[in-house]
C-alpha cells in the first residue's frame, strides 16, 4: 500500500481519522469526525462531513459533497459532482441537524458524475447510479437506475457490465464469467444462491 498523501491545499481537520495510503487531492476539506478507511482517493474540492464513513478504497471523484449520515462500504466509486443529501426537508430558519438520515451505499456501488441521492435510501452490492440520476428510493444490488426520478432500467455484473438475461433468468458476466440469475426482480451471483 502507498503512503498517505495530503495535498497541502486541503484541509483535514483534528479528529477526522484517515486509513494509511489514502491520498487526499487538491482543495478538499475533511472535517472532524469523519472516518477514512485505507486507500481511499479523495479527488479535487470535495468535502467530506463530519460522521461519513468511508470504507476500504472507496473513490470520489473531483466536486463531490458527501454530507453526515452518508456511510459508504467497500471499493464504492463516486463520480464527478455527485450529491448527497441529509434532511428530507432543509429551511434556512430551521436547524434540522437531529433529523440527519443514514444513507448507506453498499459494497462496489457507483454512484455516476452529477447524480443526486436523496437521502434515507440505500444502493445495494455493485448497483449503478447512471451519471445525472436523482435517487428518491432505495436501489436492489446490482440495479442499474437512470433518470429523474431513478428508475431501474437494467442490472450490472460485480464488474460493472450491463447483464442480458435469457429466457431462463440467468446471464454471464462478460469480462469475468461470472454466472448471475434473476428471481423475482432480484439478482444474486450464482455463488450467492
Given at each position: 500500500m502507498s503512503e498517505t498523501f495530503i495535498h497541502p491545499s486541503s484541509f483535514v481537520d483534528d479528529?477526522?481519522?484517515?486509513?494509511?495510503g489514502c491520498r487526499i487531492w487538491h482543495f478538499?476539506?475533511?472535517?472532524?469526525?469523519?472516518?477514512?478507511?485505507p486507500a481511499c482517493n479523495i479527488g479535487q474540492n470535495v468535502m467530506v462531513a463530519a460522521d461519513v464513513i468511508l470504507g476500504r478504497q472507496v473513490k470520489v471523484q473531483n466536486n463531490v459533497s458527501i454530507y453526515s449520515g452518508v456511510i459508504c462500504e467497500d471499493y464504492v466509486f463516486l463520480g464527478p459532482?455527485?450529491?448527497f443529501t441529509n434532511v428530507k426537508n432543509p429551511r434556512s430558519e430551521i436547524s434540522r441537524r437531529d433529523q440527519y438520515k443514514t444513507t448507506r451505499v453498499r459494497r462496489g456501488a457507483t454512484v455516476g458524475a452529477n447524480a443526486t441521492v436523496v437521502c434515507g435510501v440505500e444502493i445495494g452490492r455493485y448497483a449503478f447510479v447512471g451519471a445525472g440520476a436523482v435517487v428518491t428510493h432505495s436501489?436492489?444490488?446490482?440495479?442499474?437506475?437512470?433518470?429523474?426520478?431513478?428508475?431501474?432500467?437494467?442490472?450490472?455484473?460485480?464488474?460493472?457490465?450491463?447483464?442480458?438475461?435469457?429466457?431462463a433468468g440467468r446471464a454471464v458476466c462478460p469480462e469475468s464469467g461470472r454466472s448471475y440469475r434473476k428471481v423475482n426482480e432480484c439478482v444474486y451471483e450464482e455463488d450467492d444462491i
Open positions: 479528529g477526522a481519522v484517515i486509513g494509511p478538499s476539506h475533511i472535517m472532524a469526525g469523519a472516518v477514512l478507511g459532482s455527485c450529491v436501489v436492489p444490488d446490482h440495479a442499474l437506475v437512470e433518470g429523474v426520478p431513478a428508475r431501474v432500467v437494467g442490472w450490472m455484473s460485480r464488474l460493472g457490465h450491463r447483464l442480458e438475461f435469457d429466457e
